[in-house]
């Protein structure tokens, strides 16, 4: 009698090493999908915070400029529009932030200024002068929300 050969037998031990080997290979491209999208996330993160800073740092070095200015003589002539564009200038080219816009005004005993950034964020402070010396009235830091310019339901049935 010949003995029939048995073709490869696949047993539990096998299966469960191969679910299991599956189950590590899903897991491991979640964990570099998951890896990739947090380090995106910090980066963006950490750039928001830098220009928030520099916006803020900027804004410190106008108060301090418009203070100093004040101390210097005549308050008439130290905050005339050329000299609230001389002191924008030196607050941004301390920092190196070249793209940031400022827009000041005054009116009598108060400069109020805007620093934005291209990103949406937004410094609106008011200064108001006490004699020689300045006091912070108002300092908000703002984002722009941006709306999204697609439809996402609408309203048109098209049959």
Same mark, same amino acid.
């Given at each position: 009698?010949?003995?029939?050969? +048995?073709?490869?037998?696949?047993?539990?031990?096998?299966? /469960?090493?191969?679910? *299991?080997?599956?189950?590590? %290979? /899903?897991?491991? /491209?979640?964990? *570099? $999908?998951?890896?990739?999208?947090?380090?995106?996330?910090? #980066?963006?993160?950490?750039?928001?915070?830098? +220009?928030?800073? %520099?916006?803020?740092?900027?804004?410190?070095?106008?108060?301090?400029?418009?203070?100093?200015?004040?101390?210097?003589?005549? /308050? !008439?002539? !130290?905050?005339?529009?050329?000299?609230?564009?001389? @002191? !924008?200038?030196? !607050?941004?080219?301390?920092?190196?932030?070249?793209?940031?816009? @400022?827009?000041?005004?005054?009116?009598?005993? $108060?400069?109020?200024?805007?620093?934005?950034?291209?990103?949406?964020?937004?410094?609106?402070?008011?200064?108001?002068?006490?004699? *020689?010396?300045?006091?912070? +009235?108002?300092?908000?830091?703002?984002? *722009?929300?941006?709306?999204?310019?697609? +439809?996402?339901?609408?309203? #048109? #049935? $098209?049959?």
């Amino acid at each position: 009698m010949t003995k029939k050969t +048995e073709g490869l037998r696949v047993g539990p031990i096998t299966l /469960v090493t191969l679910i *299991a080997a599956l189950l590590l %290979a /899903v897991l491991a /491209v979640l964990c *570099a $999908t998951t890896a990739n999208a947090q380090a995106t996330m910090a #980066n963006r993160q950490a750039t928001s915070l830098t +220009e928030a800073y %520099a916006i803020d740092s900027c804004g410190q070095r106008m108060v301090a400029g418009i203070e100093e200015s004040l101390s210097q003589g005549d /308050v !008439a002539a !130290a905050l005339t529009t050329a000299k609230l564009d001389a @002191i !924008a200038n030196n !607050a941004k080219a301390a920092d190196g932030a070249c793209d940031l816009n @400022i827009e000041s005004e005054y009116d009598g005993s $108060t400069v109020s200024f805007t620093i934005s950034a291209p990103s949406g964020k937004t410094l609106c402070a008011k200064v108001t002068r006490e004699n *020689a010396s300045v006091s912070v +009235e108002e300092w908000k830091l703002t984002t *722009a929300q941006e709306t999204p310019q697609d +439809e996402l339901w609408s309203s #048109n #049935n $098209t049959k």
